[in-house]
């Protein structure tokens, strides 16, 4: 089942928020995280593209694929945790979850989430200004 991220849901929260600075900073840390997964991803995928053990020693290799996996599960752990902030600070003004589904870093919710999470990065890149 997939479940979506309610933009709605962030605006009136962000609405609730408007004259609290310090709820508005907790809003702004969380949707960076967003950001910064999705940035951890492309730059991953880039990199193992680029590079293989053919053009850089084996034991170089092997350690940058894993550092930046390691990067890549730590900003997806950030983002887990940012969806249940935003969740809760939703449901003590009165609003529906931000995002609905269940946030665990059990499979299959974990790419569940993620992939809410990166639609919704997506769409704010394809609407800039």
Known sequence: MNHEFSRENL????????????????????????GEYHSAIFQA????????????ARNDYQEKAADMSSRRTIC??????SVNILNRMAKQHGIP???????SEEVPYR?????????????VILERR
């Open 45 to 56: 995928e880039i990199w193992l593209k680029l590079y293989n053990h053919k053009n850089m």
């Open 11 to 34: 605006i009136e929260l962000i609405e609730a928020a408007r004259d609290d600075e310090e709820m508005i900073g907790m809003i702004e840390q969380c949707l960076i995280t967003f």
């Open 111 to 123: 790419r569940e989430v993620a992939n809410a999470i990166l639609g919704y990065v997506e769409s």
């Open 97 to 103: 979850a931000i995002y609905s589904g269940t946030v």
């Open 76 to 81: 997806h752990n950030a983002v887990l945790s």
